[in-house]
C-alpha cells in the first residue's frame, strides 16, 4: 500500500497542542481517504498520540540499548510500550551511520515494529536495504526543506536506485511539497512519500494533506 509519511520534527508548530492537533488531522485525512498516512511526532508527545489518532504513530529517532541505567536513551522497548508502531532512523538531521541503523532494524523486527530509514545516495540506500527495514527514503540532504522535490530533481537516481533496492519499500523523501510532487514519485515507481515542513508550516494543513491523499 502507497503511504504517506509526516515528520513534524521539532518545530514550535509541532510541539504540545500544536503537534497532537497536526496528528489528528492526519488521523482525520487517513479515515476519510483510506490512504496509509503515518505521523511521527515529537518524542514528548508520542505516547499521547499514539492513543489518540487513528493512523501510526512512528519515533523520529531511537537507540538500539537495552532498557536499563541509560539515562535520555530512547529505547525501542519504551517506543512499544508508548504505543509507537515503529521508527524513522539515519534521517539527514540524525546520521547514524550503516551499523546503528542494522541494530535498530533487527531489534525492531523482534518487537514486531517498522522501520523507516533514510538514505542520502544510490550507494547509502543499496546497503541499508541489505539490512531489511521496512521502507527506504530517499533523501539527498540538499534538498530537504528546499520545495525541489527528489522526483523532480533526480528522477533518474531514483529509477537506478528501486532497480537495486530489493528488500524495502522505497520512498521520496526530500522536497515533497504539492501533490504533483507525489505524482511524479508514483510514476518513477516509488510506494510513497517522507515530508515535513510542507504539511507542519501549512496555512490549512488538513487541506494541503488532502491535496495528497487525492494523488492515490
Not at 482525520?28 to 504513530?57: F, M, T
Not at 531489534?107 to 521502507?135: F, Q, R
Not at 518513477?188 to 494523488?215: D, H, I, Q, R, T
Request: aromatic content about 4%; hydrophobic content about 40%.
Amino acid at each position: 500500500m502507497k503511504k504517506i509519511v509526516l515528520n513534524l520534527k521539532a518545530y514550535s508548530e509541532s510541539s504540545g497542542s500544536g503537534g497532537l492537533k497536526l496528528a489528528e488531522i492526519a488521523g482525520e485525512v487517513a479515515d476519510e481517504s483510506g490512504v496509509e498516512i503515518i505521523v511521527c511526532p515529537q518524542h514528548w508527545d508520542l505516547s499521547l498520540i499514539a492513543n489518540k489518532v487513528k493512523c501510526k504513530v512512528f519515533a523520529q529517532h531511537v537507540e538500539f540499548n537495552n532498557p536499563g541505567a541509560f539515562t535520555g536513551s530512547l529505547t525501542i522497548e519504551g517506543l512499544k510500550n508508548s504505543g509507537g508502531a515503529g521508527t524513522l532512523i539515519n534521517h539527514a538531521e540524525r546520521k547514524v551511520g550503516i551499523d546503528y541503523v542494522g541494530k535498530v532494524v533487527e531489534k525492531c523486527n523482534s518487537l514486531d515494529l517498522e522501520t523507516l530509514a533514510c538514505a542520502d545516495s544510490i550507494k547509502e540506500a543499496v546497503e541499508i536495504d541489505k539490512l531489511k527495514p521496512t521502507m527506504i527514503a530517499l533523501e539527498p540532504p540538499e534538498l530537504i526543506g528546499t520545495g525541489v522535490s527528489v522526483s523532480t530533481a533526480k528522477p533518474d537516481e531514483i529509477i537506478e536506485t528501486i532497480k537495486l533496492i530489493k528488500n524495502s519499500i522505497p520512498l521520496a523523501g526530500a522536497g515533497i511539497s504539492s501533490a504533483d510532487d507525489v505524482r511524479k514519485a508514483f510514476d518513477l515507481g516509488l510506494e510513497g512519500v517522507l515530508l515535513a515542513s510542507a504539511f507542519v508550516k501549512a496555512k490549512n494543513p488538513k487541506s494541503f494533506l488532502e491535496s495528497l491523499a487525492s494523488v492515490f
